[in-house]
């Protein structure tokens, strides 16, 4: 099993950027897709941007194209979420996952999942 341990998450006004980080222990993620959720209060989890292993692939949801870019450092284990130009609908609960699927998916059935971490957009 991968525990994943997200940070770097706070707040910020709008119009400000954050990266977020995920790090991965546990086992090793190679071959594994990451990617990147958020949950908004009373609203249901969903799909920001995921990753494959060789970082040559990734996906986004369609409404953040342009703002928000998904990297990762297989050396240390690590995925990073760069958002820019954030505004107050950003705000959620930002959530890592792991798959050893390897392929490219945008929904929620990831093997392994973080604890979270918030990020508040003010206006």
């Known amino acids: 099993q991968v525990q994943l341990v997200e940070s770097g998450g706070g707040l910020v006004q709008a119009g400000g950027s954050l990266r977020l980080s995920c790090a991965a222990s546990?086992?090793?993620?190679?071959?594994?897709?990451m990617g990147w959720f958020r949950q908004a209060p009373g609203k249901e989890r969903e799909f920001v941007a995921a990753?494959?292993?060789?970082?040559?692939?990734?996906s986004y949801a369609d409404s953040l194209k342009g703002r928000f870019i998904i990297s990762r450092d297989n050396a240390k284990n690590t995925v990073y979420l760069q958002m820019n130009r954030l505004n107050p609908e950003d705000t959620a609960v930002y959530y890592c996952a792991a798959d050893p699927s390897g392929v490219i998916k945008t929904t929620t059935d990831f093997a392994s999942w973080g604890q979270g971490t918030q990020v508040t957009v003010s206006s």
């Open positions: 546990g086992r090793t993620t190679r071959g594994y897709t």
């Open positions: 990753i494959n292993w060789s970082g040559r692939t990734t």
